[in-house]
């Protein structure tokens, strides 16, 4: 890639991909850094015992605790996926680890004031893009938890096998051993599983240059053809929750309906490409693949309701 | 004796492959200090995102200390052959940017990100109101003010500068100028353009970036106000160097 890459590289389309893709991987680094560090912190600072005495005793009420769980601790999606990775091997039901996942990027404040400032403190489009989040997220999450609550995940890479050290430096209890081994833990995560971000950044850049944005702009009058539009765009482009109404704001007096915009945020922080990769590393293929549909599904639904009735 | 010698490559390289997650991240610790170093961050992401890679910087260091002392059990696992396949992964952005460093987005991108190339200046970017703040003058601080607040322009002469974007199918004498703006970083860079009328000959190509004077007229697009500007003289200069000054942020 690097080698055709070089010799191209003055192509304007492979200059607009490059620095697309050069983007998309350092803004999300830092990002997926901080979800793995938590995430390495849960695996030697929380116990077991701990997160089960946090969760609700009636496992079904934990989905909902876990989809609003964004509010008081802000993810986005990059950083989401080593965090739920390492809930789950805690013993975290399938199907609160799922709401967080698919909500943790849209409930979150951050989300919600970007979302306020780039709709000029609309406050509809606000509440509509959180509880549709919401509502998805719990709705997905207990479907799964359903489905496949019983079935064994994929294994973490390169953990070592039972009894042997993990440690080559200073003793596992001592402090400096428990800090040692947390970023241990951090890289582990990190070094396994950011290639898969690599990749999809990879293509969405490639996807991003190689696909005008009018084409999609110009699917109109048609609201379900325009919100499936959007729901693709955004897979598409894999935008940071953070930015991404800021985009969808960009349609807000084109004849892209607000159901279709809405579809565009919603969908865009809980599936993408990077997202589809990395679930890679959750989740076996027959989860990916009810998870993608139902939360495809779920927003494709729930957007043309919106769109019905007019809300 | 080849079998020998095969698996005393294997070995040598499986060994070599615990170190490599060590490697990656002391590069990428690199390139971030390369980036935050005068600023050079700026040609990708937003002004605003520097505490952000403060913190990169100090995980990543965490994670080199982390690698070379409690080793990470990823490279051992396979035999050394994924952790090598995955330092290509991990290193292929760093190529990119060696690569690509210097260069911005340009007229293909603005093409391909504008959602309705007629209609650029008003109603398909309603967050002008809050577009950034400028902290410098000149000609981009001239820029954002229009786009802000274009009544205030009305009638008024003025002196903006931007990229250069000609339809095929439009006028003699018309163009586009236009700049990208960044929320987050080049990725979501959306651009922003106001139509220029009545351009002088010689016209400018496609990617020239040029200082337009001319008076300013309001249009109504849509029931929205959108600026116009009827050009006195247009001059081509040669592109500022960072990408980062010929893009606009969004003021956080």
């Known amino acids: 890639v690097a080698g055709l890459v070089l010799v191209f590289r003055r192509v304007p389309v492979v200059q607009t991909i490059g620095i697309t893709f050069v ?44 989809a609003a769980l964004g509010m008081f601790f802000p993810v986005c999606e990059c950083a989401i996926v080593p965090v739920i990775r390492r809930l789950l091997q805690k013993g975290v039901p399938l199907s609160a680890a799922i709401a967080f996942l698919l909500a943790g990027p849209i409930v979150n404040p951050v989300v919600i004031g970007s979302t306020a400032v780039a709709y000029l403190f609309d406050v509809s489009v606000v509440l509509q893009r959180t509880l549709c989040g919401y509502a998805i997220a719990v709705t997905v999450g207990s479907l799964m938890g359903r489905l496949f609550g019983q079935q064994r ?38 070094f396994d599983i950011g290639r898969y971000l690599i990749v999809g950044a990879f293509l969405a850049a490639a996807i991003q240059a190689l696909l005008p944005r009018s084409v999609f702009t110009n699917i109109l009058g048609n609201p379900p053809l325009s919100i499936l539009a959007m729901m693709l765009l955004a897979m598409a482009l894999n935008l940071c929750s953070e930015a991404d109404a800021f985009v969808a704001a960009s349609f807000r007096f084109t004849p892209v309906p607000l159901s279709a915009q809405l579809a565009f945020m919603v969908l865009g922080p809980m599936l993408d490409i990077k997202l589809l990769l990395m679930y890679v590393k959750l989740f076996r293929g027959r989860m990916i693949l009810a998870l993608s549909a139902m939360t495809f599904g779920g927003v494709f639904f729930a957007m043309l309701v919106m769109e019905w009735f007019g809300v | 004796m080849v079998r020998r010698l095969k698996q005393r490559w294997q070995r040598r390289l499986a060994s070599a492959a615990m170190w490599l997650p060590a490697v990656v991240f002391a590069v990428w610790f690199n390139v ?30 965490a994670f080199v200390a982390a690698s070379l002392f409690w080793q990470a059990h990823t490279a051992t696992k396979t035999g050394g052959i994924d952790a090598w396949l995955n330092t290509g992964v991990w290193l292929l952005p760093v190529v990119f940017l060696w690569l690509f460093f210097g260069q911005g ?22 967050t002008a109101e809050r577009l950034p703040r400028i902290d410098t003058g000149g000609p981009s601080a001239e820029f954002m003010r229009l786009l802000k607040n274009p009544a205030h322009f009305d009638h008024r002469r003025l002196t903006i500068e931007g990229s250069v974007y000609r339809d095929p199918e439009g006028a003699a004498g018309r163009f586009l100028l236009f700049r990208f703006l960044v929320v987050c970083c080049a990725a979501d860079a959306m651009p922003i353009g106001i139509p220029v009328f009545e351009a002088p000959l010689p016209m400018p190509a496609n990617d020239d970036w040029v200082r337009v004077t001319g008076r300013v007229r309001i249009a109504a697009v849509k029931q929205r106000p959108t600026p116009e500007i009827i050009a006195e003289r247009v001059e081509i200069l040669p592109a500022p160097p960072p990408p980062q000054e010929r893009y606009l942020y969004y003021g956080w």
Request: glycine share 12%; aromatic share 12%; net charge positive.
């Open chain 2, 32 to 61: 971030y200090y390369w980036l935050l170093e005068g600023g050079r961050y700026r040609a990708y992401l937003q002004p605003g995102l520097w505490p952000l890679l403060v913190l990169a910087l100090g995980i990543l260091a």
């Open chain 1, 153 to 190: 995940l994929p294994p973490l890479e390169g953990r070592p096998a039972r009894g042997q050290s993990v440690d080559a430096g200073p003793p596992a209890s001592s402090l400096a051993g428990k800090f040692g081994r947390t970023f241990a833990h951090a890289a582990e995560d990190f």
């Open chain 1, 23 to 66: 983007a998309i991987v350092l803004e999300a680094l830092p990002f997926m850094l901080l979800g793995a560090t938590v995430g390495g912190v849960i695996e030697v600072w929380v116990s077991r015992e701990k997160i089960a005495s946090w969760l609700p005793a009636r496992g079904g009420r934990s989905v909902f605790y876990a």
């Open chain 2, 105 to 126: 987005l340009g007229t293909d991108a603005f093409t391909r990100k504008a959602p309705d190339l007629q209609n650029m200046a008003g109603p398909a970017f309603p």
